[in-house]
């Protein structure tokens, strides 16, 4: 059905495809993704047990419909190919007809094992969001540094939804319909206010990095248009608008580990010239600073400047 | 002493000098070098870095080493693999790990127990308790066994020094920076922190960490832990691809990698001198066994020989005696029978015929010895 579906699919964008070159005018192509799919829905934790150990995370939001138009087709996550809800097979505690994969696992696991080609290879939302940002370019560069975490403030980007503990109980036992589902979901979406993120504007114009001065003299660094290149990458993703959920949330890559702040602490606050003894795997100050510059720029790939030419952000220091 | 006699002196003294070695073996712990607890030790985490040689630099400025031909930000060196040398203490090359490149310093790995030292019978290497491998030239001869026992071809030879050549090697910066409380140079000039300073145990636990904490970044192996007898220098090696970032902690696994950037996991996790003590034990054996032994079957035989040389003169003199026996009675016969001067005559004669005979018999001998 699943192939038979996909050859239909083809054969249209073919005659389609044919047609514009026939007009010679670009038409633009329906967003093929819509189908018969729900929309936002509330995700359960769905249990064969009335009291489940491991399951008081809240339940998910998870949009059916933007979700479908971002992937290949429906086997992607439905990847037996039957279109079922995924507590069908993976429940909290495994079930024998999902090969013994807990929900949880179903939901996270990035270390899945590929199949061979003829088979689908299942992902998880989080492998599917990692392969996301491991391959556009303008996502690698802050993800190369910044890894997922395990606190209350990474899992809450997802586990968000509003819901009593009653529905929570009759979510659990897998008693709502699909529609409920929906317009629980819908309650919870109503309430949230869409995050308005720290302009560049906000920071500092440059930043004269000159701590360490020594051979060479400081880097002049343009704050601001660093930022500003980042935002304006990723302006359009869906997928960054909803996950870079706090004002500052970009500005956490490189002002990392400390609380998100529109004034954040110097590098020199933790990372000490010298080598700290109570922290000996902390990079050094001058470490810190190009770790961080050239993470980005690798994870980004910018060819330019070359990693081992001191001269394009340093000025050699003249005697005097 | 006979034959019998001879070969089971012979064979208890092989008795002996095999139970020596054996005990030599068995105590061959003894002869390792302790393991200092709190020695220092750097970690080169390959996946950091850049291949810029500013540690090349620094060290070549701390240690006054002759200036390069072609100066350190001419990166082109890379293109090719260098060695350590007596005026390169260090070197940076370039390789390739899954289509990207990595670089690698190499140094002296400042062995837990090292090679070179237990291959130097001039007692010129010492592990100090600092984990640095010291060489002191005083007594150095100039043989290189050193170089050739170094698992890492580290030590270098002064060539062009025509009066008491050296060999040198990276120092740890013991003296010039340790002992004053610096870092080494290189790590010091290291821009990204490649090079981590610490004690070495805390070195092991961080790179484990660090493993831990980027899955999928770094081979899950720290080479130089275990590797030939563990070193105070030790490297982390960059994943290929993504394929390895499930961790199989299978040293064989590691070994393509660490294989990619010039490092051999193949060396045993056993100190190398430890596999020639049990070998070298015996020497002692030989030298103090073999002029008793050599020098006995000497003595044995000589004393034989005078033996056999005694034996047959007395022979040669009872025969003689007997002859003048025989003669004396048979002139005397003579006389008796026909008088003083056939007796004489008789004398005369059997001397003569004597002296006739021994002279053809040595004629004889001679000729034959000749013939010889």
């Known amino acids: 059905m699943r192939n038979s579906k996909t050859l239909l699919r083809t054969a249209a964008s073919v005659v389609v495809g044919a047609a514009c070159l026939l007009l010679g005018a670009g038409v633009a192509l329906a967003d093929e993704g819509s189908s018969a799919g729900p929309a936002a829905l509330t995700m359960f934790p769905v249990s064969e047990k009335a009291n489940p150990a491991n399951a008081n995370m809240k339940p998910v939001i998870f949009n059916h419909a933007i979700h479908e138009g971002k992937v290949e087709d429906c086997t992607t996550c439905h990847h037996t190919g039957d279109p079922v809800a995924c507590t069908t097979c993976h429940t909290v505690e495994g079930k024998a007809e999902g090969n013994y994969i807990t929900l949880e696992r179903a939901m996270h696991a990035t270390n899945i094992k590929k199949r061979p080609e003829d088979e689908v290879t299942p992902q998880s939302c989080v492998s599917c969001h990692e392969a996301r940002y491991k391959e556009n370019r303008q996502c690698a560069g802050c993800h190369a540094i910044v890894k997922p975490q395990r606190n209350a403030q990474w899992c809450a980007t997802c586990h968000n939804a509003d819901v009593t503990p009653a529905e929570m109980a009759k979510g659990r036992a897998d008693k709502y319909t699909l529609d409920v589902r929906g317009e629980l979901a819908q309650r919870t979406l109503k309430k949230s206010t869409p995050v308005e993120l720290l302009s560049p504007l906000d920071g500092p114009l440059t930043v004269y990095i000159d701590e360490l001065s020594d051979k060479y003299e400081g880097n002049r660094f343009n704050h601001r248009r660093h930022v500003a290149s980042l935002m304006d990458r990723i302006k359009d993703s869906k997928l960054a608008a909803a996950f870079h959920n706090n004002p500052e949330t970009l500005c956490a890559t490189c002002h990392h580990r400390s609380p998100l702040s529109k004034t954040p602490p110097k590098c020199g606050s933790c990372h000490s010239k010298e080598i700290n003894p109570a922290a000996p795997e902390r990079p050094t100050l001058k470490a810190a600073y190009h770790l961080q510059c050239m993470g980005c720029h690798d994870g980004m790939n910018v060819a330019r400047p070359l990693k081992t030419s001191c001269v394009t952000c340093h000025k050699v220091k003249t005697a005097e | ?372």
């Open chain 2, 1 to 372: 002493m006979n034959r019998r006699k001879f070969l089971t002196i012979l064979g208890s003294a092989g008795v002996v000098s095999a139970l020596g070695t054996a005990k030599v073996a068995k105590a061959s712990a003894t002869h390792t070098f302790p393991y200092y607890d709190n020695s220092y030790g750097v970690l080169h985490d390959t996946s950091r870095c850049i291949g810029c040689r500013s540690c090349e630099e620094a060290c070549n400025k701390i240690n006054n080493l002759p200036k390069p031909d072609r100066p350190f930000d001419d990166l082109s060196v890379m293109d090719k693999k260098r060695r350590t040398s007596a005026y390169q203490w260090t070197v940076v090359n370039k390789y390739e790990v899954g289509g990207k490149e990595v670089f690698r310093k190499t140094q002296c790995f400042h062995c837990n127990d090292p090679a070179c030292a237990s291959a130097c019978f001039a007692k010129c290497f010492s592990k100090q308790p600092d984990g640095s491998v010291a060489y002191d030239g005083s007594q150095c001869v100039g043989c290189r066994y050193c170089m050739i026992a170094c698992p890492f071809y580290v030590p270098g030879f002064e060539y062009d020094e025509a009066f008491d050549p050296l060999v040198q090697k990276c120092t740890f910066c013991e003296t010039t920076r340790l002992q004053k409380g610096l870092l080494p140079a290189c790590v010091e000039a290291c821009p990204v922190d490649a090079l981590t300073f610490g004690r070495r145990g805390d070195l092991i636990k961080l790179a484990r960490k660090r493993i831990a904490d980027n899955p999928g970044k770094y081979v899950d192996y720290i080479y130089g832990e275990h590797d030939a007898g563990g070193t105070a220098w030790m490297v982390l090696a960059p994943a290929p691809n993504a394929e390895a970032a499930i961790p199989t902690a299978n040293p064989i696994d590691a070994g393509h990698t660490f294989e990619k950037i010039g490092l051999d996991t193949h060396l045993g996790n056993r100190p190398m001198g430890e596999y020639t003590y049990g070998a070298l034990g015996t020497v002692p054996m030989i030298i103090a066994f073999w002029p008793l032994l050599f020098g006995g079957a000497y003595a044995m035989t000589k004393r034989r020989e005078a033996m056999h040389k005694a034996e047959t003169e007395s022979v040669i003199k009872t025969a003689k005696e007997d002859v003048a026996t025989a003669m004396d009675a048979a002139v005397r016969t003579i006389e008796q029978n026909q008088g003083q001067q056939a007796a004489d005559e008789a004398r005369k004669a059997m001397v003569e015929a004597l002296k006739a005979r021994e002279a053809s018999k040595a004629e004889e001998h001679g000729a034959h010895g000749e013939g010889k």
